[in-house]
């Protein structure tokens, strides 16, 4: 079964950036349709940005221009790339797998927009 190990998470200042990987076990992770989510405290789970089964990328209103999703097969990981980061950013950010068997999430790794 799917095993994901995100990373990248820590604190950064309002307008600052990060760079979150998410690495996935087995041989199967080309197939993988992978996606970001996150969860502030209180909140919804929501999507960030998640690929569809026509291979484009989905980003949500909130991070559209500022965040980047992008994979690696090579390396069996997938990236968010996140600039101009805001306060509200603040949350656990989630890898996220589908495939036909199940739907797969990561532990979460925290990201915190503060002055």
């Known amino acids: 079964q799917v095993q994901l190990v995100e990373s990248g998470g820590g604190l950064v200042q309002p307008g600052g950036s990060l760079s979150l990987s998410c690495v996935a076990s087995g041989s199967g992770f080309s197939r993988y349709i992978m996606g970001w989510y996150r969860q502030a405290p209180g909140k919804q789970r929501e999507l960030v940005a998640s690929?569809?089964?026509?291979?484009?990328?989905h980003y949500a209103d909130s991070v559209k221009g500022r965040f980047t999703f992008s994979r690696d097969n090579a390396k069996n990981t997938v990236y968010l790339q996140m600039n101009s980061l805001k306060p509200e950013d603040t949350a656990v950010y989630y890898c996220n797998a589908k495939t036909l068997r199940a739907t797969t999430w990561g532990k979460g790794t925290l990201v915190t927009v503060s002055s």
């Open positions: 690929e569809t089964s026509v291979g484009v990328t």
